[in-house]
């Protein structure tokens, strides 16, 4: 299976800040990297696919860069509705597999 | 609009047999992929495994010996079953589409509610 990290597990940020959250893989997945956003009690929602590429009616503020091992999401000015738990998966070779989760909180 | 809904017992016993199913509205399931997916409480997310809207199935190798995942087209409907369970498989169980983006990159894009199984006696 390919191991996907999150660094780091948790962070506390205020609004307005730009915020980054990392994953790494255990091996090559070059772009078959997603993002999803989880708040408490509900489903994971799809930010981030192809590793950069924006889904549609996703804000701006959200991006995404990497390829081969390191993946890097950013939220450029963190607003209050991003508090939530963020998770990468990567779907280049079944099991699909998640990272941890980064939860990011209020300061 | 898509939308994915499980339903199923919320309490399972011990060695028991646990089974869900995804009743998909809005939407055909044809052409596309469906996936479950678990959360222990305040665990992150393992995917179990999809099928396909032809009936062709991936299961996750550390549940494949306990877990089938079925698909009725008639009803837009897909299942799963795990058994044997133990506490260990206390989880939000959710179930999701699975499609092809343009890029070529498998994602989940509906996801249901979730259901909360709890195993105990």
Do not use: H
């Not at chain 2, 179990?48 to 079925?70: A, E, H, M, Q």
């Not at chain 2, 799963?80 to 498989?89: F, G, I, R």
């Amino acid at each position: 299976d390919i191991q996907m990290t999150q660094s780091p597990s948790s962070l506390s940020a205020s609004v307005g800040d730009r915020v980054t959250i990392t994953c790494r893989a255990s091996q090559s997945i070059t772009k078959y990297l997603n993002w999803y956003q989880q708040k408490p009690g509900k489903a994971a929602n799809l930010l981030i696919f192809a590793a950069s590429s924006l889904l549609s009616g996703v804000p701006s503020r959200f991006s995404g860069s990497g390829s081969g091992t390191d993946f890097t999401l950013t939220i450029s000015s963190l607003q209050p509705e991003d508090f939530a738990t963020y998770y990468c998966q990567q779907t280049y070779s079944t099991p699909w597999t998640f990272g941890q989760g980064t939860k990011v909180e209020i300061k | 609009q898509v939308q994915l809904q499980e339903s199923g017992p919320g309490l399972v016993k011990p060695s028991e047999t646990l089974s869900l199913t995804c009743t998909v509205s809005g939407g055909s399931i044809s052409s596309y992929y469906w996936s479950w997916i678990r959360q222990p409480p305040e665990k992150g997310l393992e995917w179990i495994g999809y099928i396909s809207y032809s009936g062709s199935t991936n299961y996750n190798p550390s549940l494949k010996s306990r877990v089938t995942i079925s698909i009725d087209t008639s009803k837009n409907q897909f299942s799963l079953k795990l058994n044997s369970v133990t506490a260990a498989d206390t989880a939000l169980y959710y179930c999701a589409r699975e499609t092809t983006s343009v890029r070529g990159v498998r994602l989940l894009d509906y996801w249901g509610q979730g259901t909360l199984v709890i195993v105990s006696s």
